[in-house]
């Protein structure tokens, strides 16, 4: 029987969004305590996380409120790993397959959403690169993909680790948010989100992600939308 897990969250972060969709995937009891990043609280970094980053657990240890860690709860970190540690202790979630050749693929998807898409995103939404080279990673993706289906074919962590930067990268291109030439971005989203053309099976793959219950459950549109309307104010400036 899992211990006591409490999550350390906030809901701009990508990172921290994978491991609330762990959790409801594996429908795992937790308690959330967001963090405002920026008034973080003192005892964050010395009690929960020295890298003084979301997301976080305190695992196991006695039921204390969260904003008063207890130093015999276990503390992990790192989007990946927690997904991994939440795969663990619910193997029923199916979060990670038990076939040898499905975990291998997961990580081998989860590889390239670290090393490939994600720097490509930020570079392009920083307007640090042309839309044809984050177009590559995301054909990189792509050619991954199963003809129908999740990442891997079933739901797993593969999908876990992309869905929150696909749900902040279709809102910032919606909104033409970014450092890219301005009115490109719901080009560059019609591109990707058409399901026909070059990005045919990403367009599928990127609706079926967006429409998981466990992803729209923890993603807030509304709040992320305002939240970057003044993170990229200035960046076109
Ligand atoms: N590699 C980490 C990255 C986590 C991360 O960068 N989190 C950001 C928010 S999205 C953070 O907490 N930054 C600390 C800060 O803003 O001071 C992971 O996968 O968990």
């Given amino acids: 029987m899992p211990e006591r897990i409490v999550l350390y969250t906030a809901k701009i972060c990508p990172y921290a969004q994978r491991a609330e969709i762990a959790l409801l995937e594996a429908k795992a009891p ?33 039921d204390v409120p969260p904003d008063q860690p207890s130093p015999e709860s276990v503390k992990l970190a790192e989007s990946l790993i927690l997904v991994e540690f939440i795969a663990d202790l619910f193997p029923e979630s199916g979060i990670l397959p038990t076939d040898p050749v499905l975990r291998a693929k997961t990580r081998f998807f989860i590889d390239g959403v ?26 990189y993706l792509q050619s991954l993909l199963p003809t129908e289906g999740y990442a ?20 910032t291109l919606l909104n033409d948010f970014g450092g890219y030439p301005a009115g490109e971005g719901p080009k560059v989203l019609e591109a ?3 399901g026909s053309g070059r990005f045919a099976r990403f367009g599928k793959y990127l609706s079926d992600v967006l429409a998981r219950d466990s992803f729209k459950a923890t993603f807030d549109e509304a709040y992320i939308t305002e939240r970057y309307t003044a993170r990229f104010a200035n960046l076109r400036k």
């Fill in 30 to 62: 937790n308690v959330q305590y967001q963090i405002d990043l920026q008034n973080k609280p003192e005892w964050y970094a010395p009690k929960v996380n020295p890298a003084s980053k979301v997301p976080a657990i305190a695992y196991g240890g006695p």
């Fill in 114 to 139: 670290s090393t490939k898409f994600v720097p490509a995103w930020h570079a392009y939404s920083q307007g640090k690169s042309s839309a044809e080279e984050f177009y590559k990673a995301v054909e």
């Fill in 152 to 171: 891997i074919g079933p739901y797993s962590a593969a999908d876990i680790a992309i869905s929150p930067f696909l749900g902040r990268a279709r809102v």
């Fill in 192 to 194: 990707l989100s058409s």
